[in-house]
């Protein structure tokens, strides 16, 4: 298995991706057995292996910390998360699952706190490859092979995806989903603007921002508070500057550095949308939650997100009225059928827990019943694990659909910053990306930042 994030080639993933979505719009195909693992009350599930295992044992009170990033009760993801934790307090009387729920930035510098003491909650969420190696090579995480192990919940991931989240021929972590960045785009306001067509290019769609912005409509909205975002946003158009994946990689190989023009390039093309007003007013205020509610409100005009947002979109009060469109081409380069890839964040259990059997009984459990309840809740598209079922015949939106069909072509893509990035080389790139949304920057000492904070941290 993977070892190391600069050695995954991006088509692992790919394949993933589309092998996993394209057989999930037929009720008939192979992934019904993963499927029916999942189905609770089966006789040969993880889920009543887990009862057997704590069957016999005394009735002693077992609480399990399950820290995660699900904190909006508006979300189909908040609803899955207590549905199934609900269900397994009723199942096991004497097992209290206490929900530790935060934001993606707050969690991350809670679990460095925590790990800094070796105190990591018996579960707790993990980002793949370069962002996870630091708590595996510190000896914080659970090799989770054996319960991979039973009754097949290893074959319910997409192919591939778990090489994200192994080291060593060990898994440490359980990914919820596999996605890639779209733009999401509101039609009534884009109508309300005049504009009729989504944008194929950059200068198109800077050119639409200040439209949108004449007609005093917000035409992005961003949670930049949470510095990936932006970051997320800015890498797409490395990807296209750079004329396709490879550009982190590269850096890293020392075959490129950050002044490259590929790199100052994207700065200059993001600071221009910035610049043209793209974002709503104090966006390094407003968290990543705050900010996509903007969009789910019809506040601001377009969202650029991972698709995992898709589910949550159509729950929200501006449910279809919404469609999406792939990144453009920046000055007449990249391809879009190229993404921000997104192995999920993951679930990863301590290895200090003081309940280790009975953490893994759970979040086995928690696995092979989240595919399920995510499709039930019309939440699974970008989802890491096979799905059975027909998406349309289940009523999913066409804005689902639309989703779902752009991933039949991906051609490929990038992993995002801080999953190649050594932690220290990602910090200073978020911190420096997100001083562009404050105030204007040059381009080439952008990269200078970025190359020194590099050399200082090979």
Same mark, same amino acid.
């Given at each position: ?94 097992? %209290?699952? =206490? ?8 969690? !991350?510098? &809670?679990?460095? @706190?925590?790990? /800094?003491?070796? $105190? ?80 194929? %290019?950059? =200068? ?8 949108? !912005?004449? &007609?005093?409509? @917000?035409?992005? /909205?961003?949670? $930049? ?234």
């Amino acid at each position: 298995m993977a070892t190391n994030t600069k050695k995954i080639a991006a088509t692992v993933l790919t394949s993933a991706l589309v092998l996993g979505l394209a057989a999930c719009g037929s009720a008939n195909d192979t992934n019904k057995e993963a499927s029916n693992s999942g189905n609770t009350g089966a006789a040969n599930t993880p889920a009543a292996n887990a009862g057997n295992a704590n069957a016999g044992k005394s009735d002693e009170k077992i609480t399990i910390t399950f820290q995660n990033i699900y904190p909006d009760p508006t979300t189909p993801t908040y609803k899955m998360l207590h549905q199934i934790v609900d269900q397994y307090q009723k199942d096991h009387p004497n097992i %209290t699952i =206490e929900l530790d729920s935060m934001n993606t930035d707050q969690q !991350k510098l &809670k679990l460095k @706190t925590q790990a /800094a003491s070796k $105190e990591v909650p018996d579960i707790t969420i993990v980002n793949p490859s370069a962002q996870m190696k630091p708590f595996v090579d510190a000896g914080l995480l659970a090799p989770l092979n054996d319960m991979l192990d039973q009754n097949g919940l290893k074959d319910t991931y997409q192919s591939g995806l778990l090489d994200y989240y192994s080291f060593d021929n060990n898994i440490y972590a359980l990914p919820d989903g596999n996605n890639i960045q779209v733009i999401y785009y509101n039609k009534d306001l884009f109508a309300q603007a005049g504009i009729t067509n989504t944008p194929t %290019t950059f =200068e198109e769609l800077v050119a639409d921002v200040k439209l949108l !912005k004449s &007609k005093g409509i @917000t035409p992005m /909205a961003i949670g $930049e508070k949470d510095s990936w975002t932006g970051s997320f946003n800015f890498m797409n158009l490395v990807l296209r500057t750079n004329g396709g994946p490879g550009f982190l990689a590269d850096v890293a190989a020392g075959k490129k550095t950050f002044d490259d023009p590929a790199f100052t390039e994207a700065v200059s093309a993001y600071q221009d949308l910035i610049q043209a007003g793209a974002y709503e007013e104090g966006a390094t205020s407003i968290d990543y939650n705050a900010g996509g509610n903007i969009f789910k409100t019809g506040k601001a005009a377009m969202y650029m997100m991972g698709t995992w947002e898709t589910g949550a979109i159509d729950a929200s009060s501006v449910a279809g009225k919404i469609g999406v469109f792939k990144i453009p081409t920046v000055n007449g380069k990249g391809d879009p059928n190229q993404y921000m890839l997104a192995p999920g964040s993951a679930f990863a259990v301590s290895a200090n827990s003081k309940h280790l059997q009975e953490t893994k009984d759970f979040l086995n459990y928690f696995a092979t019943q989240l595919p399920k309840v995510q499709f039930d809740l019309k939440n699974a598209v970008g989802l890491g694990q096979k799905v059975d079922g027909d998406f349309k015949a289940a009523g999913y939106s066409d804005l689902a659909i639309s989703v779902l069909d752009l991933f039949k072509d991906v051609k490929g893509g990038d992993l995002a910053f801080d999953n190649i990035m050594n932690p220290a080389t990602a910090q200073s790139h978020l911190s420096s990306i997100q001083n562009m949304f404050v105030q204007k920057v040059d381009p080439a000492a952008v990269a200078k930042e970025h190359q020194t904070a590099f050399e200082a941290n090979k």
